[in-house]
């Protein structure tokens, strides 16, 4: 997906991934201006931007300069993630709406 694509995917939605190798998930509520608020497993919350970037769609938290970029395809089931960063090459799977809440225990920014 490029940025448009994924852009109108999740803009105003909170969406639930799952990760496909140990099944653990995560949270991510997407704002207005491609700004973005994480929740881990663990309930650190931190908020950050994405971006497109060489055909990925990366993102950049708060208090952590390393770009995190995403291979984004578009799958019947919902969006499908690899991580493209670095090794080892994470894969996530985009769960079906639900109402889950972002859980954050220490709002790291």
Known sequence: MNASEFEAHVEGRTVTYQYV???S???ERYLPGRRVMWSSRTGICQY???YESKGDICFR???DPEPKCWSVFDE???IRGVFTTRAPFTVIKELP???DPLICSDLSS
């Open 21 to 23: 190798f140990d099944k």
């Open 25 to 27: 998930r995560g949270i």
């Open 48 to 50: 950050g931007v994405w």
């Open 61 to 63: 938290y708060d208090h």
């Open 76 to 78: 019947a089931d919902g």
């Open 97 to 99: 709406d639900a109402d």
